[in-house]
C-alpha cells in the first residue's frame, strides 16, 4: 500500500503577507510544504516568530486552524516559543511594530536611548 503526502493548499494571501515582512526588513522562511507545521518563519531584530497566515477575506470557519496547526501551536507556546496567526497586512505590520515597541521599553528601562 502506498503512502502520500497532502500537500498545504497556501492562502490566497500568503505570498502578499510574506513580502510584507520581507518589506519591512524581517527574514522569511517559507515552509509551509511541512505537514502539521506553520506557512513561515519570521525573524526580526533577534525575535523568531512561527507565522500561520489565514485569509482574513474568508469567513471564519475557512479560517480555521486545522487540527495538525492546532497542534504545532499548542506545542511551540508551550515550549516558549512565539506564534502568531496573520491574516491581514496591518496584522504583520502591527506584529513588527510591537517587537520594535518592545526594544525601545526596553532600551529605555536600561538607559539606552538607541530605539533599535
Known sequence: MSKFVRHKK??????????????LGCGVRDVSSLP???DI???YAGH????????GSKVPSARKLTAGEEKFRDYW???????????TIEQANK????????WVDK??????NTGK
Open 10 to 23: 497556501k492562502d490566497d494571501n500568503h505570498h502578499e503577507i510574506a513580502n510584507e515582512f520581507i518589506r
Open 36 to 38: 502539521d507545521f506553520v
Open 41 to 43: 518563519l519570521v525573524t
Open 48 to 55: 523568531t516568530i512561527a507565522v500561520e497566515i489565514k485569509d
Open 77 to 87: 507556546i508551550e515550549h516558549e516559543g512565539k506564534w502568531a496567526c496573520i491574516e
Open 95 to 102: 506584529m513588527i511594530k510591537g517587537i520594535k515597541q518592545y
Open 107 to 112: 532600551d529605555k528601562d536600561n538607559g539606552n
